[in-house]
Nanobody, 125 residues
Framework: QEQLVESGGGLVQPGGSLRLSCAAS????????MGWFRQAPGKEREFVAS????????LYADSVKGRFTLSRDNAKNTVYLQMNSLKAEDTAVYYC??????????????????WGQGTQVTVSS
């Protein structure tokens, strides 16, 4: 059974950094695009970043561009979201997602077939 498990969330002060990890199990996702989304209370789930199968191409939401970096280690079946210069508006539950049979990046949640359970990120002083 395919499973995505996020880790690395927590409480951080504005301007701080966190690194989220998403470990996949049950199958290899080395040929699949993966992404991160987030959802704040009372808001819809929004796109954060996506990475293609090789890690050679990434796509970011304008709100995180220049601050967040998405990478992957296919040997470990894991993707990483490095988040720097965090702001209060980055507070949300962050979800990892994977596409089933597609190697290309995508912005829409409907493009992804597998989802993790989410990890809370809170940016507050």
């Amino acid at each position: 059974q395919e499973q995505l498990v996020e880790s690395g969330g927590g409480l951080v002060q504005p301007g701080g950094s966190l690194r989220l990890s998403c470990a996949a199990s049950g199958r290899t996702f080395s040929s699949n695009a993966m992404g991160w989304f987030r959802q704040a209370p009372g808001k819809e789930r929004e796109f954060v970043a996506s990475i293609n199968w090789s890690g050679g191409y990434t796509l970011y939401a304008d709100s995180v561009k220049g601050r967040f970096t998405l990478s992957r280690d296919n040997a470990k079946n894991t993707v990483y979201l490095q988040m720097n210069s965090l702001k209060a508006e980055d507070t949300a539950v962050y979800y990892c997602a994977a596409r089933r049979n597609n190697a290309a990046v995508a912005r829409l949640p409907s493009s992804y077939d597998y989802w993790g359970q989410g990890t809370q990120v809170t940016v507050s002083s």
